[in-house]
């Protein structure tokens, strides 16, 4: 019989993943503080490290992180769900070593090469060009690659261990979700129009079903550690978030079809459905919180435990108030692509996808650092818990001023004219917001810092119970 803190191989693989992924989050940190300067002194590094480049590098980091922290939890989770070790662990440890290397390569080249000619020399080795999938096409190849080595891991685990767990199934069908829509986004056509309507049709869809059902399982295996959830109760939400996401998902892309010549009923279908995807996670958690205050509310890890609770509402506040509140046709017409969809990303991911992953670290550290009964907890956790929270909304609200600002002088009064775009930059609304954004910017990064080194430190010396 296993002792509890034993951990499988594929859990100390999840540890590489972790670990990546928050050198990552640093990374994505710093390249977001300098685009945010450069829109207060646009001449900050200048032809050295321009916006757009900074852009790009904050949000594949992003991307890259949130990714590489969703792969560590089923590594971590696996095992325990089958109760054996993963199958094909080699090529498991094969391929984080190679998407390590390749995620240097290409920082490297987007930061030393940057931009290349309109040619297939360009696309294969320096950038792809399309916003959110910049990336090379040979590293597009090492993406499909690596998840099909995690999909062989998770199937093959399952197959071998005969344990038909629904949460697990789900796991494996959003595993083939992830890669399919991935190839998808390598094809192209020189209609812009007909590409920019099936390029949201992979980066909505990856981002906003496949990784909030990715995020469903995940939430599903946290809960069940941390509250001792029932496992009927997350697998029932679970299920409603699988035919909500998918079927609300698709319908809810067409919030996205703006400018770009879509049929206009496209907008109203778009806009009420995209609202409908975070509910069924909401459901669960609270489901769960109150399943747990049933039995007294009784958790041996306070850090996972809170950060999965904001997970729940942040989810609900970011992606669904925050989205709602400009996806509506009415005002999406004039408010599309100001700096309020800035302010509804930053709040959605945050809440939908930082929380998750470091609720997940939490519930991984308490099994490793401390025995059974002993209680995770700190005061450094609580520290950069609520600091983050205040500086996430202290980034997303004066980027929404920005917005309005945007929507009624550059759209809705000037007509999107350049004048009334340069009139709009020039506004006070918009100058004084990027700088209250760049001052919780840099709140936000201490509060990573302070992040980190609790990650480091909690659980070394047990809190009493």
């Known amino acids: ?53 900074g852009r790009l590098l904050h949000l594949n980091a992003m991307i890259l992180w949130l990714l590489f922290g969703f792969i560590g939890g089923i590594y971590w989770f696996l095992p325990m769900e089958t109760e054996r070790e993963i199958v094909g662990l080699f090529w498991a440890k094969v391929a984080f070593g190679l998407i390590a290397v390749a995620v240097g390569i290409v920082v490297a080249v987007f930061l030393l090469v940057q931009i290349g000619k309109a040619d297939w020399v360009t696309l294969w080795f320096i950038t792809e060009g399309r916003e959110y999938i910049e990336a090379p096409r040979w590293a597009d190849i090492g993406i499909v690659a690596v998840f099909s080595i995690i999909f062989f891991n998770v199937f093959a685990t399952i197959w071998k261990a005969k344990k038909l767990k629904g949460i697990l199934w789900v796991l494996v069908i959003d595993l083939l979700a992830i890669i399919g829509f991935y190839i998808a986004g390598m094809f192209f056509t020189p209609n812009i129009s007909v590409d920019q309507f099936w390029w949201w049709w992979v980066v909505h869809l990856w981002v906003e079903a496949t990784w909030e059902v990715l995020v469903g399982v995940l939430v599903a295996w946290i809960l069940m550690s941390v509250l001792g959830t029932p496992r009927k109760i997350v697998e029932g939400w679970l299920y409603l978030e699988v035919f909500l996401v998918f079927g609300t ?76 509140m400009h996806t509506l046709p009415q005002i999406n017409l004039y408010s599309h692509g100001t700096q309020i969809t800035a302010a509804h990303g930053h709040l959605a991911f945050f809440g939908a996808y930082v929380a998750t992953n470091i609720a997940m670290i939490y519930t991984a550290l308490q099994k490793v650092r401390l025995n059974e009964g002993q209680i995770l907890d700190g005061g450094l956790w609580k520290w950069a818990f609520v600091s983050l929270i205040i500086s996430i909304f202290g980034i997303t609200a004066p980027l929404t001023v920005a917005g309005f600002a945007q929507t009624f002088i550059e759209r809705a009064v000037g007509g999107s004219s350049w004048q009334a775009y340069i009139n709009g930059q020039l506004h006070p609304w918009v100058k004084e917001s990027m700088v209250w954004r760049f001052g919780f910017g840099i709140m936000f990064f201490i509060s990573y810092l302070l992040l980190v080194i609790d990650l480091l430190k909690i659980g070394k010396k047990p809190a009493i119970a």
């Open 1 to 53: 019989m296993k002792n509890k803190n034993f951990l499988y191989e594929s859990q100390k693989l999840a540890f590489w993943y972790w670990t990546l992924a928050l050198i990552l989050f640093g990374f994505q940190l710093v390249f977001g503080l300098i685009i945010a300067y450069q829109y207060i002194q646009p001449e900050f590094l200048h032809k050295i490290l321009n916006f757009s480049i």
């Open 249 to 324: 998902g698709i319908l809810g892309l067409g919030h996205h079809y703006f400018w770009i010549g879509a049929p206009e009923y496209w907008l109203g279908i778009g806009g009420f459905f995209s609202a409908l995807e975070p509910l069924p996670l909401v459901a669960m958690v609270v489901h769960a919180v109150y399943d747990a205050g049933v039995h007294r509310l009784k958790t041996v890890n306070k850090p996972a435990f809170f950060w999965i609770v904001f997970q729940s509402f942040g989810n609900f506040v970011g992606a669904g108030v925050w989205g709602f």
